[in-house]
């Protein structure tokens, strides 16, 4: 009997290796390297196809050439999206859930990605659209007693405890439902190929056959992901390919309130976030996050500064809180929770040259209140403010935000969509803004007055006078 061929493909960029190496040629990356059985295949310029479609030796087989419209010949329009009713939720997905697609939803163990699927598929059963939940890792009466606890009633959706991926697609056939929910993908696997579910070749194969089925029915399918340590999906990269939207679902689990973000979307923008907040009877979109980041802020405290930031399309004020003070060991700490680590360095080197602050023999840390995570450079000036307020141990004034990049060379440098940043700050009340002097707009938003300074140290100077 022939022995099984196996080869040894990379989980984080895709690439395939004859033998197991402890980091990938590819991409560089350290023990990615997974062993998957290879299926069989004709070899080059072999069988009846190439010379049915005119191939010439050399090529592979076995396919027959078909017509290629011209895409001006191509016809049909956009597809209404579906609504579900959580707000958040469609903002996300660019306006609601488009047909057909694929929705590949990751978080940490715990989160809710099983109750917010549950609750979606609530919500389009309410809507007269048919809805299966497909379970390999929950009992039927596990998923029964956590849909008792929600608000929404899902006591309509039809549920399979499958792991089985061909009893899967022949149910969703038989019962040709309007969307689907596999929780979770690394559950499923196929007769077809060997090896345990969740390992490469199974996740792979699982999510493109799915992805078919979707594409030739018109049925919505949701996939649930486990998340690794590194905070990416588990399984192949190429997972995140295949499909068309992969949302985050994030949050403290300690906090109530979680964020879902949209990395990719071939049907909408990215980068947009929804928050929500986590309740006994399910997940209630926030409808105003800014509020929700600010509501505790202590205007007595200094070390507090407000930052601008914009998530996709949407403006959100985040709380910035940084704390100066004497280091107790010999080499002082940096602790960054919510923002580079590496960026943070940066920036106090910056403040020590160039407005003249020393934060060598201080301990530093500095947390974005929320859970946010502070990722664009717009962020700068305010964590510059509410580093300087820790030192000189003055609370800057509440109603104040912060917009810009911080340079090298101290000066501030300008963001992008000012206005709209603006805008959301004279909403929540806020009465000043501080900018760099180019990056004033040319219309500001009433109720606040824009401060234009070039540098971090004419900032200070003014602020803290």
Same mark, same amino acid.
């Given at each position: ?83 579900t009713g959580l707000a958040e939720f469609d903002f996300v997905l660019g306006g609601g859930i488009v047909p057909g697609s694929v929705v590949l939803v990751g978080g940490e163990p715990g989160i809710g990605k099983s109750t917010l ?196 399309? @949407? $403006? #959100? ?5 940084? =704390? *100066?003070?004497? !280091?107790?060991? /010999? ?46 450079p717009a962020g700068d000036l305010a964590v510059a403010a509410a580093l300087a307020s820790s030192l000189y141990d003055k609370a800057l004034s509440r109603d104040h935000v912060f917009l810009g990049e911080l340079g090298l060379g101290?000066?501030? @440098? $300008? #963001? ?5 940043? =603006? *805008?959301?700050? !004279?909403?929540? /009340? ?36």
């Amino acid at each position: 009997m022939a022995r099984a061929r196996t080869a040894y493909r990379c989980t984080e960029c895709g690439a395939s290796f004859p033998k197991w190496a402890g980091r990938c040629e590819s991409c560089g990356e350290w023990n990615t390297l997974v062993e998957e059985p290879v299926a069989a295949s004709a070899p080059l310029g072999s069988g009846k196809g190439a010379k049915r479609a005119g191939g010439s030796k050399g090529f592979a087989s076995g396919g027959v050439a078909v017509r290629a419209p011209r895409l001006r010949d191509v016809v049909g329009g956009e597809t209404d999206r579906w609504r579900t009713g959580l707000a958040e939720f469609d903002f996300v997905l660019g306006g609601g859930i488009v047909p057909g697609s694929v929705v590949l939803v990751g978080g940490e163990p715990g989160i809710g990605k099983s109750t917010l699927l549950l609750q979606v598929a609530a919500l389009l059963e309410a809507s007269g659209k048919s809805t299966l939940y497909v379970s390999g890792e929950e009992s039927p009466l596990q998923v029964r007693l956590r849909a008792d606890r929600l608000e929404a009633h899902a006591g309509d959706v039809s549920l399979l405890g499958e792991t089985l991926l061909e009893t899967i697609v022949a149910t969703a056939l038989e019962l040709r439902p309007a969307a689907m929910v596999v929780d979770s993908i690394q559950t499923v696997f196929t007769q077809e190929l060997e090896g345990a579910p969740g390992n490469v070749g199974q996740v792979r194969e699982c999510a493109a056959r799915l992805m078919r089925l979707a594409k030739e029915t018109g049925i919505t399918v949701f996939l649930v992901g486990h998340v690794t340590k590194g905070g990416g999906i588990a399984g192949p990269k190429t997972l995140e390919h295949i499909v068309d939207t992969v949302l985050y679902f994030e949050g403290d689990g300690t906090l109530d309130h979680r964020v879902l973000r949209a990395t990719k979307n071939r049907f909408g923008p990215v980068d947009e976030i929804g928050v929500f907040r986590m309740t006994q009877g399910g997940l209630v979109a926030v409808a105003n996050p800014s509020e929700l980041f600010m509501g505790d802020r202590d205007a007595r405290a200094s070390g507090s500064a407000v930052a601008a930031l914009l998530e996709g399309t @949407r $403006p #959100v004020l985040v709380e910035v809180q940084a =704390l *100066a003070a004497k !280091a107790g060991y /010999g080499t002082p700490q940096r602790v960054a929770t919510g923002f580079d680590a590496r960026r943070l360095s940066l920036l106090l080197a910056v403040l020590d040259k160039r407005a003249g602050l020393s934060f060598a023999p201080l301990d530093v840390f500095l947390n974005v209140v929320g859970g946010v995570r502070l990722g664009e450079p717009a962020g700068d000036l305010a964590v510059a403010a509410a580093l300087a307020s820790s030192l000189y141990d003055k609370a800057l004034s509440r109603d104040h935000v912060f917009l810009g990049e911080l340079g090298l060379g101290g000066e501030i @440098r $300008p #963001v992008s969509q000012a206005e709209r940043r =603006l *805008a959301e700050a !004279a909403r929540m /009340g806020l009465k000043h803004a501080w900018l760099a002097e180019r990056g004033v707009p040319r219309q500001i938003p009433h109720g606040i007055k824009a401060h234009a300074v070039r540098t971090v140290g004419d900032l200070f100077q003014q602020v803290f006078a």
